[in-house]
């Protein structure tokens, strides 16, 4: 029998990927006074998200979930928001058009923050130092120093959500992301390549058909077209953190972690008995969780069934990431067990974090023909096993950086080295998450 849930009952479990903060004391005062700043987002927001995912579950909508690998406090700038955010409106804007079905945008944005390590620590010019595990806990600059984990940076994180937030806010509500502005999210140095022209072509088609409803008398002065529901998510991976922004819902009494709306469990913390499922399970958001190639199948049905106990549609959702290579293997077996296990689980494609590999340069990186391969194969497969793929799950940028190579530039290992930013992993620039989305319409085109 478990025991009551509270919001710190994970204390008891074992939590794997927690920083040993050296300053125990300092870390309780921040988390006391992150406990009583505003929530970050609403209870009202995280229901909304639930049920879009819900419907995504049934094949009525589709999710597009993505951003930075590891959100930088030094990145946290309103161009780098604007440009994020551009990059997934316009994806959103292909998929939908492509799919007919509404697309459910969630960003890694607004809190992604803390990374999980394989390694505790990692070798730099031959000293060994604490490794890098997000900018809420440490600094990515490779000395001892800048190493050591510092809880005044949960602080700082929340404050640079909240900014980001707003941000967001504004321009998915301001008019920014209304769909008259849809040739608007075309960067400038993306509008004059392949894609973005093609990209130019498609809001060329919807500007005509709201210049042709307005001309037949149909207002286009509405929310829907005005506004854009945009929702964030972030790894729920420091638990301190994440239990000092979980709040009783004053309305319908319910706990929800409002660090954001959608928070998943890495592939690293999703142990049946571990503190993740524990702290997860009590709250009430819409969940995701990474499921990798070694996962046994009657692990991850059990952590389904103590996650969503009332096999709530729209509550869970499967991110899948096995790898171009093995995902034949390893996803037909799992979607199998879930559907005879009648769960409802809305599968999803991490195309990411099973492809990277080192280039020769030293690089880490990720061949985009690798990324859209297991995407493919992601699509069929449930296609073949009479499942519905309702979502993806990239790291991207807005950014004009080289970290992933391939893709219709045919970016090489050579040039990794040109604009490679990211601190931990290697994202899809704006163009190539341009062509993703276009490759995605393809096979899901209506
Ligand atoms: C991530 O999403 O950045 C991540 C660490 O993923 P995973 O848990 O799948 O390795
Ligand atoms: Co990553």
Redesign the pocket.
């Known amino acids: 029998m478990l025991k009551e849930w509270t919001k710190t009952s994970w204390h008891d479990y074992p939590a794997l990927q927690q920083p040993k903060w050296p300053d125990r004391q300092k870390y309780d005062q921040v988390l006391a006074s992150l406990s009583t700043l505003p929530p970050l987002v609403f209870a009202g927001e995280i229901r909304e998200l639930k049920k879009l995912l819900a419907d995504a579950v049934a094949g009525r909508a589709f999710l597009l979930q993505g951003g930075d690998?590891s959100e930088e406090f030094a990145h946290c700038t309103a161009p780098n928001i604007r440009e994020t955010l551009k990059v997934l409106l316009q994806m959103a804007v292909i998929l939908t058009y492509a799919g007919g079905k509404p697309v459910v945008k969630v960003g890694r944005i607004a809190g992604q923050y803390a990374?999980?390590r394989s390694s505790d620590t990692e070798i730099v010019n031959g000293v060994e130092i604490p490794s890098y595990r997000g900018d809420m806990c440490n600094s990515a600059e490779p000395t001892p120093e800048a190493r050591v984990p510092d809880p005044e940076r949960m602080q700082k994180g929340y404050f640079l959500s909240a900014a980001t937030l707003n941000l967001l806010r504004a321009f998915t509500r301001g008019g920014f992301a209304a769909l008259h502005r849809v040739h608007a999210w075309n960067q400038e140095f993306v509008k004059q390549s392949p894609m973005g022209r093609s990209y130019e072509r498609l809001a060329n088609q919807i500007s005509q058909a709201l210049n042709f409803m307005e001309v037949i008398g149909i207002s286009t002065d509405v929310p829907q077209l005005k506004q854009a529901h945009f929702f964030t998510s972030h790894?729920a991976l420091f638990l301190g953190y994440e239990e000092s922004l979980t709040r009783e819902d004053s309305t319908t009494g319910g706990w929800y972690d409002c660090s954001a709306h959608m928070l998943w469990i890495?592939?690293?913390t999703r142990q049946l008995d571990g503190a993740h499922v524990e702290f997860l399970r009590g709250v009430l958001n819409p969940l995701g969780m990474?499921v990798?190639p070694q996962y046994e199948t009657d692990d991850i049905l059990s952590i389904i069934e103590r996650l969503n106990p009332d096999n709530e549609p729209g509550r869970m959702t499967l991110i899948t990431?096995f790898g171009a290579g093995k995902i034949d293997c390893c996803l037909p077996p799992l979607i199998r067990a879930v559907k005879r296990a009648g769960l409802n689980v809305l599968w999803c494609c991490?195309p990411m974090?099973a492809n990277t590999f080192t280039a020769a340069s030293g690089h880490k990186t990720r061949n985009f023909d690798d990324i859209l391969s297991e995407l493919r194969c992601f699509f069929e497969l449930n296609w073949a096993e009479g499942t519905i793929p309702g979502g993806v799950h990239f790291?991207l940028t807005g950014d004009n950086v080289t970290e992933c190579i391939g893709g219709a530039r045919q970016l090489a290992d050579e040039q990794l080295s040109l604009n490679y930013l990211t601190t931990c992993?290697p994202r899809l620039n704006a163009e190539q998450s341009l062509e993703m989305a276009f490759q995605i319409a393809e096979m899901i085109r209506t």
């Open positions: 690998c990374k999980p790894e890495g592939d690293r990474k990798g990431r991490d974090h790291e992993d």
